[in-house]
Structure formats: C-alpha cells, structure tokens
C-alpha cells in the first residue's frame, strides 16, 4: 500500500485506481472534496459522534490510529476543474470538519489547524445543517472543561496521529462497488443509490436542471431508503423478471442489475434512428408541453394534472422521468398495502393511504403478516401476492380489483398448499411455471400480454389437495387458509 499522501488534484486523464494513507489534516485541507448531490443528508447523531472522541482517545496513544476508509470518485465538474466527490465516509467527513472548527475555536494552536472548506450537497440541506449545528454544540459542551494541556494533545492526536485510507477511483460505477463490497458501518450501499447516481448524471447542469435536480431528490429523499431498496428489488426486479419468463437470481437484485433500470436519454441523437424509443420520448414531450402551458390552471386546481403513462415492464426514460416513476410506483405500494414497506416508516402524508386499495378478498394471507399470524410461513407467499397486485393494477388499474386479488391470493398460496416447506426457489419455480393444479400457468406473462382486464381474470385454479396424507402432521393454519380462499370463491359463484 502507497504510504505518502495523494496530491491535492490528480489528473482527470489517469483512469488508475489509487490507494493511499492520508493524515487526517491532510484530508481536511483538500480543497477539492464535494459531497456529491446523490449522497444522503448528514444524519450522525450524537452518540455517533461521542463514540468517534472516545475512538480517538483510546488509540491514539499508542500511535497511529486509522479511523476507516474514504472512497473517492475524481472527475471533472461541468467547469473542468478537478472534483473530488466523497461516495463512501461522508459522515465520518463532515464530522471532522466540525471537530476541526470547535478546536480551532479554542484557540489552541490554531495555525496548525487550517482546513479547506467542505463543499456540501444542496440537497437536503436543511437536514443537514440542523444536524451538523447539533453536533458542533454537543462537541464544543464535550471539549469546553479540558485544560490547555488536554486539547493541545487532543488536537494533535486528530490531526498528526488519526489516519485515513484514501481510495481515488476515476470510475463511478467501480467506486459503488467497493463501497458495496468493504462498507461495514452504517447504513448499507443499496443498489438503488447508484441508480440514484446515473439518473441524476443524466438530468443536466444548466440552471434549470440543478433547478429540477432539487425537486426529484426531494421526492427521493421522501422515501426511507430501505423502501426504495424494497421497491425496487421485491416488486419491480422480480415482475420483469418473471413476466419475461426470466427467473430471480438466487442473490437477488443487485448492483449488477441495475442496467434494467437504465435506458432512453433523451438528448440522444440516435433516437431518430431508435423507432423503439419514440413513442416514450413523445409521450415525455407531451406532458412536459401540457404541464408547462396549464402550470396555472393546475395550481388552481381548475385542471387537473395528468403524469406520464408509466408501466413497470416498458423501457426506463434516464433522469427526471426515472424519479417520478419511483416516487408513482412507491404511492401505488403503499396504496396497495405492499408488505415489505414498513407501515411505522411511511412519510406522513402517505401513512392516511396505506391500504386503500387492498381487498379483503386477499385477507386470509394478509392477517399471516400481522401480530398472531404465522409470518415467517406465510412471507414467501405474501411477496408473491403483493407483486401480483402491483402488476395488475399497473396494467389495468381497479377494474374488479376483487375478483383480481381472489385469482392472485389462490394462484400465491398454491405452493403453500402442496409444499410443507417453501423457499425462495419455490416461489421463483411457481411464478414462471405454477404447479401441480395450473401447470404451464405464468400469471405475471398473462397479466403482461392481455389486453384486457377479463382476459386474465378468466383464468381459473382449481382447490389444491393439502401436501400429506398424514393429517396429524399438516399445519392447522394452511388448511383455514385454504378453505377460506375457496369457500369465498364458492360463495360468489352461488
């Protein structure tokens, strides 16, 4: 490993990764760190905080104390200058920096303490100013009872004995990867964050793209992180997969999926060639053209608004359109009750809509997911539902959105019928070709080639004999569930 310090600026035309050892005054007057604009807000908390001084504290009087590892993209901004972007260690950043400040603040050797400004992200400043204001006052309370002594040895145990390791890459997509691969401390790289990234790279650097760059983050950053994850790689990931008869990996999504995501830009010049691509472009023009001839007729609310004709299974429009698909898609799963969205973390002008369009048709495996259900037997088959009901509705919106859910929970709870035991596998094997009852079946194919809603909901399944013939040993909770689901089809068949 290089032991000496990276230069200030590397040049933009060396693509060589580069992995140094710097002091940690050395990171702070780097003129060239920025937090990019796809990193999320500043959220240590004072613990957080307190735990980073104890660390200091503890190690460094045995030496060199090596606090972690930041990982950094190097480019060029839209000025040419060279750019720095922080990707992995932004937090463990920023609070240096306000550490730095406090004890500059006191005094004590203060020319020894320069350190550059940090350019932060416009977005999601407030959040991070309120934060970063927290933590300096907690620090400042922290130092302001040590004597000249202690904080001279402090101060130069953080900036000649705390050290970072210093990873440069040239390449975006390389520089998620190891952040993927070697982050072990706070929340986890997603694969959705460097989609984030790409659609971001993809809206723009005029002045009323930073302007609309702010407006899509701020729907982004409205969705808990883990949510968007789940959006993405428990319904949108598996419904392409599966409607195209493709299976699920086994590791599920992950940053090397994400190119299903990716697709027309629309500066492209070769779209006139790509017939394929011109009905989304044209669709995209429309509405940009209508909301901006009717912005005032809308606002008050004398028109009403209308959104582009998204469908999960249909080519992605890179940038702006990207972020309204994920924010129309996440409104329709909350809407639709979808499991894995985590009702106590829902934004709070969606919590009131939470399950508005959930039948209760699907009830005898919802009521498995809540307190006194059996969850963990039940939870394969609960995705499978919930991607179903996202799909159809999708497709063909609420039309007899009951008789639709009957259809999806019996087709879901087949494998629960005849397997004691049902894994991941089991449900990727059913969804693309059902089982013993409607083998052949791919309802998710059926969902995406009919053209209405009646072609679908004509299909059938027939009542599943119950796995075993031992009945001492089948789980009392699969047999109400299935007589339920049938009993209620017989029912409205009467």
Not at 333 to 359: C, I, M, Q, T, Y
């Amino acid at each position: 490993m290089v032991t000496a310090a990276l230069p200030d600026v590397l040049s933009t035309r060396d693509v060589r990764p580069h992995v140094a050892v710097w002091k940690v005054h050395e990171l702070l007057r780097n003129a060239n760190l920025r937090i990019p604009d796809y990193q999320r807000p500043y959220t240590w908390s004072a613990r957080n905080v307190a735990e980073l001084v104890d660390d200091i504290q503890r190690f460094t009087p045995s030496g060199h104390y090596r606090i972690g590892t930041v990982i950094l993209h190097r480019h060029a901004d839209e000025r040419g200058d060279d750019i720095l972007d922080v990707v992995d260690g932004q937090q463990r950043l920023t609070t240096l920096h306000l550490l730095a400040a406090v004890l500059r603040e006191t005094g004590v050797d203060p020319s020894m303490r320069d350190v550059a400004r940090l350019r932060l992200s416009p977005f999601g400043a407030e959040r991070t100013a309120a934060r970063a204001k927290e933590n300096r006052a907690f620090l400042a309370r922290l130092v302001q009872d040590w004597d000249v002594d202690a904080l001279r040895a402090f101060s130069d145990a953080v900036f000649l004995q705390c050290e970072v390791v210093v990873v440069t890459l040239a390449n975006l997509d390389e520089a998620f990867q190891m952040f993927d691969s070697q982050n072990a401390r706070g929340r986890p790289l997603y694969p959705t964050d460097l989609l984030k990234a790409f659609h971001l790279r993809e809206i723009g650097s005029g002045r009323s793209d930073i302007a609309m760059k702010r407006e899509v983050v701020e729907l982004w950053e409205s969705i808990p992180a883990a949510h968007v994850n789940a959006l993405f790689a428990e319904y949108l990931f598996k419904i392409r997969r599966w409607a195209a008869g493709r299976p699920v990996p086994r590791e599920g999504f992950t940053a090397a999926d994400i190119g299903m995501f990716k697709g027309i830009r629309e500066r492209d010049g070769t779209n006139e060639e790509n017939h394929w691509a011109r009905s989304f472009v044209y669709a995209k023009n429309y509405i940009d053209d209508f909301r901006s001839e009717n912005a005032t007729l809308a606002r008050f609310r004398m028109m009403k608004p209308i959104e582009y004709p998204h469908q999960i299974d249909q080519p992605i429009l890179n940038g702006e359109t990207f972020f309204r698909m994920v924010w129309h898609y996440y409104q329709q799963g909350v809407r639709l009750g979808l499991h894995a969205f985590n009702f106590d973390e829902l934004p709070k002008e969606l919590s009131p809509l939470w399950g508005a369009w959930r039948s209760s048709v699907s009830a005898p495996i919802d009521e498995q997911s809540e307190p006194g259900g059996d969850r963990s037997r039940y939870a394969y088959v609960r995705g499978l539902l919930d991607a179903l009901l996202l799909y159809y509705h999708d497709r063909f919106g609420s039309q007899e959105r009951d008789r639709f859910a009957g259809l999806a929970a019996r087709f879901a709870v087949l494998p629960r019928a005849s397997k004691f035991a049902v894994k991941r596998e089991t449900i990727n094997n059913h969804a693309l070709d059902g089982g013993p009852e409607v083998a052949g079946v791919n309802l998710f194919r059926e969902i995406r080639e009919a053209l209405s809603a009646r072609e679908v909901l004509d299909r059938t399944v027939p009542e599943p004999k119950l796995y075993g013939a031992d009945r001492s040993r089948r789980n009392p909770t699969d047999a109400e569930v299935i007589q339920r689901l049938w009993g209620l089809e017989r029912g409205l068949q009467r």
